[in-house]
């Protein structure tokens, strides 16, 4: 394999596997996905220690992606934990994984889950800087130390929280929820009590390093995202944003593949133009979201809320979605949180390809509309975006019916044979085809 990272290679005009897969995988040409790494538009995070990994892009002309979070506490979790998350994260259809561990033997989950994952692993390197070291222990050596040992054992992207500056502090601190990103809120903490800058930031060219001898994508981190309405699109968001902007610059320079993380929590008449600014301050770097969470007041729906701004983030311009589960601002999700978070996002992003036109995207419509009319079940549940959910409820429908041997039938519970539009529709196609 070629030293080059994926940026460097495709600024040299070297088509790498990884760029073939994405293309393939993509429906667009080789020299497409070429050009997007190059200029920085598309990333394809991929560490040269992640063996078994099925390579994928991120960019907002590619298909949007959704990331899933797992990670034990620290109080609770296993290896074992971990991975039986996973393997729910691969099921119900992910295109990345991190890893937000803050307890317990954290490399040995991490290494534990680089080895079954086969998508993107993703990670926080604060939380396990902080889980061994604790905050006094921050310092520009610790957070090496952990970045090193991170990107030997494969982990394909990291978020580092560089751009919260010291000269943020004030305005962030004057709002209604204040700092809410875990590892923003411990660089904070930490630059009040040392007195000193964020030790990510001053250490930042070090970090390109390690990232380039690995391949390394690098996530910065929006670490004064705004956590709830009144705080959106405030001076503190957005001179952070301004610095994220100057770091991407550094990592292209240093052929170090980024993509940039954002809010949070955002009104719905505000998305179109978060997502134009962070397009215009980062050089069109992939835009990866949290959300946004698009009202406050929903808790045990927030998969719902934040998956509406996802799309709306989607359609103007994010590459990625962080999803969000029923168990937002409550507690930690359980397995049926995840499946709804993941698939509320998976529609999400689904809806804003298909809006968007991007090549290929509504394949899936187009046939499962003609299984519909052929009442083709099977082929309805396959076609589907959560299969076995689908069949879950015909299932169920037909047992209530008291009619459980209509599975093909030609019409659903809903209507029954007398009053299916699709039925009496065939009937018509057929007596106006004599």
């Known amino acids: 394999m070629s030293k080059d990272t994926q940026l460097k290679a495709a600024r040299r005009g070297i088509v790498t596997p990884a760029m073939a897969v994405v293309a393939q995988k993509e429906h667009r040409s080789e020299d497409f996905i070429l050009q997007g790494v190059a200029d920085g538009r598309i990333v394809i995070p991929c560490n040269i220690n992640h063996r078994n990994l099925q390579p994928m892009g991120i960019g907002r002309d590619l298909y949007t992606k959704i990331n899933a979070n797992i990670g034990n506490s620290s109080l609770t979790g296993t290896a074992a934990g971990e991975l039986k998350k996973l393997q729910s994260v691969l099921t119900y259809g992910a295109d990345t994984v991190m890893d937000l561990s803050t307890g317990g033997d954290i490399p040995l989950i991490r290494r534990s889950i680089l080895a079954q994952s086969t998508i993107p692993v993703g990670t926080v390197p604060i ?8 905050r006094q222990g921050l310092t520009g050596e610790n957070l090496l130390t952990i970045i090193r040992e991170q990107a030997e054992q494969g982990v394909d992207y990291m978020t580092i929280h560089a751009g919260l500056l010291q000269k943020h502090l004030p305005a962030a601190l004057k709002r209604k929820l204040g700092i809410v990103s875990r590892g923003g809120a411990l660089i904070a903490a930490h630059m009040v009590e040392n007195d000193c800058e964020n030790p990510f930031y001053t250490a930042f060219d070090r ?3 390690i990232c380039a001898q690995y391949d390394v994508t690098l996530s910065l981190g929006d670490g004064l995202r705004p956590g709830c309405l009144a705080d959106a699109s405030d001076e503190a968001q957005f001179s952070e944003l301004d610095v994220l902007g100057e770091l991407a610059q550094r990592c292209r320079q240093a052929g170090v593949q980024v993509m940039i993380e954002g809010p949070g929590h955002i009104p719905l008449d505000e998305i179109a133009m978060n ?4 397009q215009a ?3 069109d770097a992939p835009f990866y979201i949290l959300g946004p969470v698009v009202i406050d007041c929903a808790p045990g729906y927030d998969h719902l809320v934040g998956a509406m701004g996802g799309m709306m983030g989607a359609f103007h311009g994010a ?3 962080c999803y969000v589960t029923p168990k937002e601002h409550i507690g930690l999700p359980d397995d049926e949180d995840v499946r709804r978070g993941i698939m509320a996002f998976r529609i999400a992003a689904h809806a804003a390809d298909v809006a968007l036109k991007k090549p290929g995207a509504r394949w899936r419509d187009d046939a499962i509309s003609d299984a519909r009319e052929s009442f083709d079940w099977e082929k309805q549940f396959e076609l589907a975006i959560d299969p076995a959910r689908a069949r879950q409820y015909r299932t169920e429908a037909l047992q209530a019916s008291n009619q459980p041997n209509l599975h093909g039938g030609e019409y659903c519970t809903m209507c029954g044979p007398d009053f299916c539009s699709v039925r009496l529709s065939k009937i ?4 106006c085809k004599k």
Do not use: F, P, W
């Open 275 to 278: 997502m134009q600014r962070e």
């Open 428 to 431: 018509l196609k057929n007596s």
């Open 207 to 209: 970090i390109l390093d």
């Open 127 to 134: 939380y396990e800087l902080v889980a061994r070291y604790t």
């Open 281 to 283: 301050v980062c050089n």
């Open 319 to 321: 590459a990625m979605l």
